[in-house]
């Protein structure tokens, strides 16, 4: 994509600014002042493909309405499109008629690339080149990616690096945490000591703890039957307490009911019935009693309202005189503005007759001129005007035309003479860096050289002839034998541990075996077997006894009952003096447990030692015999390990200065093969141009003479094209200016002949000058409108006078119709009779009004009249069903009487259902039952010390229950032969957890430091392509003071570029100068865009003023770089150094280049 024309409409500092672009050149560089609005195109070029943001600083001085950013774009393809782009939410794309387009019409061109990726890439300034190339360079950035993949591989050493931390971090670290797996076995380590140490106590408390333990049980037992019968009790009085108010209620309501037995017959809701026929009867006698009063009232008012018929029937001719009074008055008060305006407009025209000549009473009506006669010399006046400023303007420009190609055809002999009018073929460009180059190859000879002597004596000492001998010597790898020294360390440590280890357990099995002959030395021990047999004996021998008792089957034979007796006390005998033995022989079979099981762990872990010793011992010899079998010839010259590992670092070191000696020689001749035609053109350039070298001077002072000598020419061709371009350009326009001025001259003369005609029309001579024929016109178009104006005035005074006449008429004809005694002053008379007429109509209204409403009244009040008499006989209906006068106290008084029974039916009823809300389901009766009478207080004493009582017990069984537990934990501690057990296999279970933990993190160690070396290994041999081309763009820029870009990866992980010097030491960018730094960004940026260019349409590259940082020589390698690379991508270069410019004239000269130079607004 390419970019022809950017148009700017009220946006920044523009209300328009046009920047045409050329076609014809890749690379554009457009010059201009600060204030000239280079940053303003780049922000724009910005807007048009990504849209105006909403809030945006370029709005600051025109606002938003109006802004608008139109260019003309062409595709890869060679096709055209114009766009335009307003600020906007939606729709804000269009074509050049204003037509809207969708966003999508660029997707084609933009492909993936969004703004933030513009601004990075495509679109820089001096700010935004540092910190996109800071953000490109970061871990995450996109050359930072591609440093970490450099060789395909190191993205995924690097995460099993992180991977590799994170797994021996949970394994174990010098500081202690509970989450690292070491530490975890180690926890539960001490924890199983401490229980295998627990267990190891005497048992000579049992007994006491199994009758705690009954008795603790017994105690709940009892506890919580006292809890339930207290909780019985609390259930039956707090219903009690609920239901005995509502019971009392009751009985109360039951006797208060019986009082009105005599009106039991009538309705619930008769006391409703009596109360709605009163209220009935006192609003129909009260709303006739109102209906009869007002209905007298009203009829007195209609009969006095009189109307006078002839008022009435005048109704029209008042109206009439009435309208046209309305228009007398009005203009009465109208006439004296009317004769002042006359006198105003009058007075307007004393001018235009002064400058006429004329008397001031003089008629112009009939002197007033056309309005094309006016226009015409109004017209003739303007084009006069005019024309004197363009002929002094004709004048001035034809004479500094003149000036000006005189100056250039100067300009053009001088370089003639020079002989700058012809281009050379060579640029100082092509041998700025050759005498550089040529001592490069010198040294880097030296260097070689040197380096190949200091190989080949450490060749020498390590008693080697050649070195295909010793790269031919099968050797391990320094690296392998430090690995194979770690792992037989290792392996040898754990042999010695396990040694010791067996040397501890065979001590204490011998301890133990010692404590068991001691304990079995006085005699059998009572133990819980032998007590179990005694019991289980003891128990066979009662067991017929009983037998016999409860079959009533008893042996007659006094010697057999005797016999069995005697069996059966003898075995109680036996196992209560074994159950006494026992207690008292506690300690001792504790102390026999104890050794008996210290004896067996001891065993099960000398066992398991000798079979570790001896895994280990083989897995050394293993190693050793096969790392021995690999390396036969150097395990032979070098049998320790130590001795061979200081040879193979030795020769891994001479046989890395070997490849770097033969490298240095490569590339030296590679120089020099490359270097060989840049030479022989050097050679021909000296003859082109007569620069010939002197005796004694050395090469780089031919190289500095020869390019001093191309530079001069180079600018005094330029200078010459641009002069001749100059020259070429006035001579054209001199000739255009002396004909415009000749033409202006013939024009002149003919415009005075027309000028006198013009003024014979108005009346004048021609000794008017034109600067004042604007006011004689001006004069005559403003006396048309005010001689109309005074016309109009004079006939609307003429119609005033008609229109009183008029009215005097008709009031004098009505007032003797109607027989009135009238004023003098014709507008008093009228209102008189206005008045009049509205006294009588107001009267005719009110009786025509009030004549409905007489007629509705009597219709109302003989309603009332029938609504009363049925009310009466409502309440006689009533009495004489309640037995009572048809009085008003008799039936108020029944209504009482019924409304009070009714309250206490509902009372009753709302207290039966409380009653069983709150009886649990129990009758009335048995309630009253368990009530018996008692006073509600008491109840409620009672339910208090219940309350206080079930408290008490609920204490009594937490504490019951917590001592019961804890007797029959100590019980069943007891009775927990297995448990010490169980500790033992647990503390061993994390001692082998502990040395795995400690294996698995030695084995990622050692893991981590061989891929730490792979990963450097790796670097070194393989390189991205782009971070490749990026470190030949970058020494192209700094004339091979850099030779290229390294890659590394920091000691946090983090990737990093280094500058390498064409001397081999490292430059990291913190430590590189302020242009330096710039020209590695810039050259990061360019190989990126050629990689973006090969799978898509290129975008225009845009750069202001990002050479502020370069030196000359940099600056004009950097124009040679983007001229290069402006032939794929379309390149912008703002600038405001004119030594930029300069330095790109030669470009320009070559066709690589167009120079665009713009002014500041």
Not at 655 to 684: H, K, N
Not at 1022 to 1048: M, N, W, Y
Not at 1104 to 1115: N, T
């Amino acid at each position: 994509m390419q970019l022809t024309e950017l148009t700017l409409e009220r946006y920044g500092a523009f209300s328009e600014r046009i920047l045409p672009i050329p076609t014809n050149a890749g690379l554009t560089i457009i010059y201009g002042p600060n204030e000239a609005g280079k940053s303003t195109c780049l922000a724009a070029i910005s807007d048009i493909l990504f849209g105006i943001p909403e809030r945006t600083p370029h709005a600051s001085l025109f606002g938003y309405d109006g802004m608008r950013v139109s260019a003309e774009l062409v595709d890869a393809d060679g096709t055209a499109l114009t766009l335009r782009r307003r600020r906007g939410r939606v729709r804000t794309l269009s074509d050049a008629a204003g037509t809207p387009l969708d966003d999508s019409i660029l997707n084609a061109m933009l492909g993936a690339t969004t703004r933030e990726r513009f601004a990075t890439l495509f679109g820089l300034n001096h700010e935004t080149l540092r910190s996109g190339g800071s953000s490109l360079l970061a871990a995450e950035g996109d050359i930072g990616r591609l440093i970490v993949e450099a060789g395909g591989g190191l993205r995924s050493l690097m995460a099993r690096l992180d991977s590799i931390d994170e797994e021996a971090d949970k394994l174990f670290a010098p500081r202690k945490s509970s989450e690292r797996a070491y530490y975890k076995a180690l926890e539960a380590f001490d924890t199983a000591e401490r229980e295998v140490k627990l267990h190891m106590v005497t048992r000579d408390a049992y007994e006491k703890s199994r009758k705690a333990a009954d008795a603790a049980t017994k105690k709940l037992d009892d506890t919580r039957a006292e809890r339930q019968n207290v909780s019985t009790e609390i259930s039956v009085l707090e219903r009690l307490v609920r239901a005995v108010p509502h019971i009392l209620t009751l009985d109360r309501l039951s006797t208060a009911l019986s009082e009105y037995e005599d009106i039991s017959a009538l309705e619930p809701n008769f006391d409703k019935q009596i109360n709605a026929a009163l209220k009935l009867r006192e609003e129909t006698v009260s709303a006739l009693t109102k209906g009869r009063i007002n209905r007298d009232r009203l009829s007195l008012r209609f009969d006095a309202l009189e109307v006078s018929e002839a008022f009435i029937g005048a109704e029209a001719a008042v109206r009439d005189i009435t309208e046209q009074a309305i228009h007398v008055r009005k203009a009465r008060a109208d006439r004296p503005n009317r004769l002042k305006e006359i006198e105003s407009d009058e007075a307007r025209l004393t001018t235009l007759r002064r400058m006429l000549h004329l008397p001031a009473d003089a008629d112009l009506t009939t002197r007033l001129p056309s309005q094309e006669v006016l226009d015409e010399v109004q017209k003739m006046a303007t084009q006069a005007i005019e024309r004197g400023t363009a002929l002094v303007a004709a004048r001035e420009r034809k004479a500094d035309i003149t000036d000006r190609l005189e100056v250039s055809k100067h300009r053009l002999d001088v370089a003639i003479a020079a002989g700058y009018q012809t281009p050379v073929e060579f640029s100082p460009v092509q041998f700025a860096n050759l005498s550089a180059q040529v001592g490069t190859i010198e040294t880097t000879r030296g260097q070689a050289v040197e380096a190949m002597t200091k190989v080949k004596d450490t060749i020498t000492s390590l008693g080697f002839q050649t070195s295909e001998e010793l790269a031919s010597f099968d050797c391990p790898s320094s690296e392998a034998i430090r690995t194979e020294q770690v792992a037989c360390s290792e392996l040898e440590k754990s042999l010695a541990d396990q040694l010791e280890q067996r040397i501890g357990a065979e001590k204490r099995a011998k301890t133990a075996t010692n404590a068991i002959a001691q304990a079995e030395a006085t005699g059998p021990v009572a133990s819980d077997s032998a007590l179990a047999d005694a019991r289980n004996t003891r128990s066979d021998a009662w067991s017929p006894l009983r037998s016999a008792y409860l079959d009533d089957d008893i042996p007659a034979d006094t010697v057999v009952r005797r016999t069995g007796i005697e069996v059966y006390e003898r075995q109680i005998r036996d196992t209560d003096d074994l159950a006494d033995r026992r207690a008292a022989e506690a300690k001792h079979a504790a102390n026999l447990a104890v050794a008996r099981q210290q004896l067996e762990i001891s065993n099960i872990e000398i066992e398991g030692c000798t079979a570790l010793i001896e895994d280990i011992g083989q897995r050394l010899n293993n190693r050793t015999s096969a790392f021995a079998s690999a390396f036969p010839s150097a395990t032979e010259q070098y049998p320790q390990l130590s001795g061979l590992l200081e040879f193979a670092e030795r020769r891994e070191l001479a046989l890395a200065a070997l490849a770097a000696a033969r490298a240095l020689q490569v590339d030296v001749d590679r120089q020099e093969a490359d270097l060989e035609p840049v030479c022989a053109l050097f050679e021909t350039a000296q003859g082109v141009m007569k620069v010939t070298p002197t005796e004694g001077q050395t090469f780089s002072s031919q190289v500095h003479a020869l390019c001093a000598a191309l530079s001069k020419h180079e600018s005094g061709n330029a200078d010459y094209r641009r002069n001749l371009h100059d020259y070429e350009e006035l001579e054209p326009k001199a000739n255009r200016a002396e004909q415009d001025l000749s033409d202006m001259l013939a024009a002149e003369k003919i415009w005075d002949q027309q000028w006198s005609a013009a003024l014979v029309k108005l009346g004048l001579d021609s000794s008017l000058a034109p600067q004042n024929a604007g006011t004689l016109v001006s004069e005559w178009s403003g006396a048309r409108a005010t001689l109309g104006t005074i016309a109009q005035s004079q006939t609307r005074l003429t119609r005033m006078d008609e229109d009183e006449a008029a009215l005097q008429a008709a009031v004098d004809a009505l007032g003797e119709s109607l027989q009135l005694a009238l004023p003098t002053d014709l507008l008093a008379a009228t209102d008189q009779i206005a008045a009049r007429w509205q006294e009588h109509d107001a009267i005719r209204v009110q009786r025509v009004a009030l004549a409905p409403d007489v007629e509705e009244i009597k219709a109302d009040c003989a309603l009332l009249e029938t609504a009363d008499r049925s009310s009466q006989k409502a309440l006689e209906a009533l009495a004489e069903r309640a037995g009572v006068p048809a009085e008003d106290a008799p039936l108020r008084d029944i209504e009482r009487r019924c409304a009070a029974r009714s309250q206490l039916m509902e009372e009753k009823v709302q207290a039966e259902r409380s009653i069983a809300d709150v009886s649990d389901g129990l009758s009335v009766t048995a309630l009253r039952d368990q009530w018996a009478e008692r006073d509600l207080d008491a109840l409620r004493g009672a339910l208090s010390a219940a309350q206080e009582q079930s408290k008490q017990f609920e204490a009594e069984l937490e504490a019951t229950i917590l001592e019961q537990k804890t007797a029959q934990d100590a019980l069943d501690q007891f009775a927990a032969e297995s448990g010490v057990n169980h500790a033992i296999a647990e503390r061993e279970s994390a001692a082998a957890a502990m040395q795995i933990a400690i294996e698995r993190y030695v084995e990622l160690t050692v893991a981590r430091a061989l891929i730490t070396k792979a990963i450097e290994k790796v670097r070194n041999e393989q390189q991205d392509p782009l971070v490749s081309r990026a470190g030949e763009l970058f020494a192209f820029t700094t004339r091979g003071e850099f030779a290229g870009i390294d890659t590394d990866i920091d000691d946090k992980g983090q990737p990093v570029v280094v500058g390498r010097r064409k001397t081999g030491s490292a430059v990291s960018v913190a430590n590189m100068s302020d242009g330096t730094r710039d020209q590695l960004f810039l050259a990061f940026r360019l190989a990126s865009l050629e990689h973006y260019a090969a799978s898509t349409e290129p975008l225009p590259f845009i750069a202001d003023d990002i050479l502020v940082h370069f030196d000359d020589e940099r600056s004009a390698a950097t124009l040679d770089l983007l001229a290069e690379f402006a032939k794929t991508n379309q390149v912008l270069l703002f600038t405001h150094h004119s030594r930029v410019r300069d330095d790109a004239n030669r470009l320009e000269a070559k066709g690589l280049a167009k120079i665009v130079e713009i002014e500041r607004v």
